[in-house]
């Protein structure tokens, strides 16, 4: 049985898959307040 992947999460829950990796990367870190603004979510969803 395959494992489910990014592929298979509802992204409309997310708006995009870049803010799938924006909520993933401050579930698991947290993100100093000096550098939120210039965390390219984009190029993190493309990785």
Not at 12 to 39: C, M, N, P, W
């Amino acid at each position: 049985m395959r494992r489910p992947g990014l592929n298979d999460l509802r992204l409309d829950a997310y708006g995009s898959l870049a803010g799938l990796a924006e909520k993933i990367t401050r579930k698991v870190t947290d993100v100093a307040e000096s550098l939120q603004f210039h965390i390219d979510w984009e190029a993190m969803a493309r990785s």
